[in-house]
């Protein structure tokens, strides 16, 4: 095993040597040349020591996690130069030389760990700042370059830019690079999607072909989820007619099946998946829709039911009870387990409609079974009263 750490003398320069109270801000042009040589020939022990370690271990577990280890610290100590690079106390072009000197040296170091040994690397890793600056340079350029994707109308198309602007608004917001090679091979992939559409973005019915990539890419924004949803919301809206808003859904949810989204890839870690998101989303305006055209449809059939009893005069049963005090009977003899069905809604809608009072010819059921969950002190009197007087009946026999 490695018993000595080959980044010592950069970490110990670097970490200790700069330290902003023991560090003079004087430095001869000796003391530099001298540095100057140094950082180079440290450098070129740094890559033998790697190539040479790299012949000792023995299991790609081992490899893997010491190819890593040097990436992480490496990545670190570049980080570390540029904050130093940026106190007021190191401004002078000699500071500046080193600075650069030992930074551009750690990035050779970087370069020649992930090209040499590209298989062990994770995408998982952090970038350095310098590699980060360049790229964030570039890909807001290229976005830039995508905003000006014009329609023959002159116009930005609104869609587009919106997308861009939500891509970019990270890179523009972001001070410190804290962004890894996945992140930025997402960005990589989708803008390279995005410059291969066919533009003008026309407008859809359902998922424009912007909106088929960006759920290929799982492109779960939540800025852009709440615009998708939102459109779509609106579009349903148009059908006042349950089938048809019903049928419209479930033509969504046959395009959005033949999206082969790529899961592995998303815009931000930390949120669900867009696919998953918009399946879930679907599924319950699907089960609203079905159950409120369940709800219209029993309450017509009960309307029509009730229709025939009312045409039935003849076929009704007198009670000298009141319609509350009833609908209390009735929902006792449901909690209570004495009659068994399988909803209350099913016992009121199968007796009520049979009676009648003295001062009510048609009862409506939903209106008794409404009634008995607000029943008042003096109804629950009168029912306790008329179920004792039937106790006191069968004690009889």
């Not at 696919?275 to 369940?294: G, H, M, N, T």
């Not at 008042?376 to 007087?389: F, G, N």
Request: one cysteine or more; proline letters at 2%.
């Amino acid at each position: 095993m490695i018993k000595i750490y080959p980044l010592e003398w950069f970490d110990s320069l670097i970490l200790n040597s700069f330290d902003t109270d023991n560090f003079s801000v004087k430095i001869s042009e000796h003391e530099l040349e001298n540095l100057s040589k140094t950082i180079v020939s440290e450098s070129k022990k740094i890559k033998i020591h790697i190539k040479d370690s790299f012949f000792e271990l023995k299991s790609k577990r081992q490899i893997r996690l010491h190819i890593r280890k040097y990436h992480t610290s490496l990545v670190f100590l570049i980080d570390r130069v540029v904050e130093i690079r940026m106190i007021e106390k190191f401004n002078s072009p000699e500071f500046f030389r080193i600075f650069d000197l030992i930074a551009s040296s750690l990035d050779d170091l970087v370069s020649f760990v992930e090209i040499r040994y590209s298989a062990f690397m994770s995408l998982d890793q952090r970038v350095s700042h310098s590699y980060f600056s360049i790229w964030k340079k570039e890909t807001l350029e290229a976005l830039k370059n995508l905003s000006n994707k014009k329609e023959n109308t002159e116009e930005i198309d609104p869609e587009l830019e919106f997308v861009v602007n939500l891509l970019a608004a990270p890179l523009q917001s972001c001070r410190k690079s804290k962004y890894t090679y996945r992140q930025i091979l997402y960005y990589r992939e989708i803008i390279s999607e995005l410059e291969k559409l066919n533009y003008p973005i026309t407008e859809s019915e359902s998922f424009s072909n912007l909106d088929l990539m960006l759920i290929r890419m799982n492109f779960n924004c939540r800025e852009y989820i709440e615009r998708l949803v939102t459109r779509i919301g609106r579009y349903l809206e148009v059908f006042g007619n349950l089938s048809e808003r019903l049928e419209n859904l479930l033509y969504f949810c046959k395009k959005l099946s033949k999206i082969n989204a790529d899961i592995r890839l998303t815009f931000n870690p930390s949120q669900q998946n867009l696919i998953s998101f918009l399946e879930y989303w679907f599924s319950s305006e699907i089960r609203y829709a079905e159950k409120k055209a369940a709800i219209l449809m029993q309450e017509q059939l009960g309307a029509t039911i009730e229709g025939e009893f009312v045409e039935k005069a003849d076929s009704k049963l007198e009670c000298v009870l009141s319609g509350d005090q009833i609908g209390l009977i009735l929902r006792a003899t449901d909690e209570a387990r004495i009659i068994k069905a399988k909803s209350m809604n099913y016992i009121f809608k199968s007796i009520v409609p049979y009676l009648s009072t003295p001062v009510k010819r048609n009862l409506s059921y939903q209106s008794v079974r409404s009634k008995s969950y607000n029943a008042e002190e003096r109804d629950k009197e009168i029912a306790i009263e008329s179920l004792e007087k039937i106790i006191r009946k069968i004690k009889t026999y």
